[in-house]
């Protein structure tokens, strides 16, 4: 062999090398991407995700994404517990498969269903759960959906209605949560007020450790979202009975730690995240949302 040929040999073999490397590390960078698993919010469906979809695909390629197909448009009025029993039966085999855990991304009335699931599901393997503009401390406001639903009512006189057995049939009302009659509200609510372990829960202590098992909780939320009313409700902060926005961090449900939200704030696992200038109905389209908000908790 010639000196030229050992020189030209030894640079295929190198150009060989570099590329198998290169090829190692896309393909355990693919695999070590955690399966996602996306839950839909109040009138929405599967379909309204091909957007975020896309986005997913161009920064985490080869990612398992899972848009949960249930209670769809109207059939998400359908009570708040049922929804979770039906979602946790579609979800918990994709955990089972999930050796190294999962990330949820759950928008709207869909962050209030993963909480159930969370809190309900005692060997979950959530990673981070990433709570896409959700009315995580209730809503509380006149919007086109309530007017949808309720098109002779308004907030003012709603919970005539929602603080009955009737009216916690509907999932709205299963998070309605007025600041004027809160003695209605732990008294009636059969979700939000037993979620948050404001109401009397014999599995409170279970649910709360359920919860913490994730690693991460991210909030996101802005003030021109236009239906979550109050937006921080996002945030998990909401009226007083003077309407006055009280911040999370001053929430009874924080300060009495009663599902683990103060506990996340102190290991440093919980991230929220406030954007400017996105309507309700895009936050999961929106390319800055996923860029700055969404995209690097889904390693």
């Known amino acids: 062999m010639t000196p030229l040929q050992h020189t030209v040999n030894n640079k295929r073999s190198s150009a060989t090398g570099c590329c198998t490397l290169l090829l190692l590390i896309v393909l355990n960078a693919v695999y070590c991407y955690k399966p996602i698993i996306i839950v839909h919010g109040l009138?929405?469906?599967?379909?309204?995700?091909?957007?975020l979809l896309g986005y997913i695909n161009e920064t985490h390629p080869g990612t398992n994404v899972t848009v949960i197909d249930l209670f769809d448009h109207s059939e998400s009025l359908q009570p708040m517990w049922k929804q979770v029993e039906g979602f946790k039966d579609a979800i918990y085999p994709i955990m089972q498969n999930a050796a190294?855990?999962?990330?949820?991304?759950?928008?709207?009335?869909?962050?209030?269903?993963?909480?159930?699931?969370?809190?309900?599901?005692p060997d979950h393997n959530v990673d981070t759960f990433i709570s896409l503009s959700s009315p995580q401390a209730g809503q509380y406001g006149d919007t086109d959906y309530l007017k949808w639903v309720f098109p002779t009512l308004v907030k003012t006189n709603l919970f005539h209605f929602c603080y009955t057995h009737v009216g916690q049939g509907l999932s709205i009302c299963n998070y309605w949560n007025d600041p004027h009659h809160q003695?209605?509200?732990?008294?009636?609510?059969?979700?939000?007020?037993?979620?948050?372990?404001?109401?009397?829960?014999p599995d409170a202590t279970?649910?709360?450790?359920?919860?913490?098992?994730?690693?991460?909780?991210?909030?996101?939320?802005?003030?021109?979202?236009?239906?979550i009313t109050p937006w921080q409700s996002s945030h998990f902060a909401f009226y007083n009975e003077n309407e006055t926005v009280v911040e999370m961090r001053d929430q009874m449900v924080y300060l009495k730690d009663t599902f683990g939200l103060k506990t996340l704030d102190g290991r440093g696992d919980l991230v929220a995240y406030e954007m400017s200038g996105v309507q309700h109905t895009k936050w999961h389209s929106n390319q800055t949302v996923y860029t700055e908000c969404i995209a690097r908790w889904l390693t």
């Open 43 to 51: 009138f929405d469906s599967s379909s309204d995700f091909k957007t």
């Open 100 to 121: 190294k855990g999962v990330h949820l991304i759950c928008y709207s009335q869909g962050g209030l269903v993963c909480r159930g699931i969370l809190s309900t599901l």
């Open 183 to 201: 003695d209605m509200y732990l008294n009636s609510s059969d979700f939000l007020a037993v979620l948050n372990n404001e109401r009397e829960n």
């Open 206 to 227: 279970v649910w709360k450790n359920n919860f913490l098992r994730i690693k991460k909780l991210v909030l996101i939320g802005g003030p021109d979202d236009g239906v």
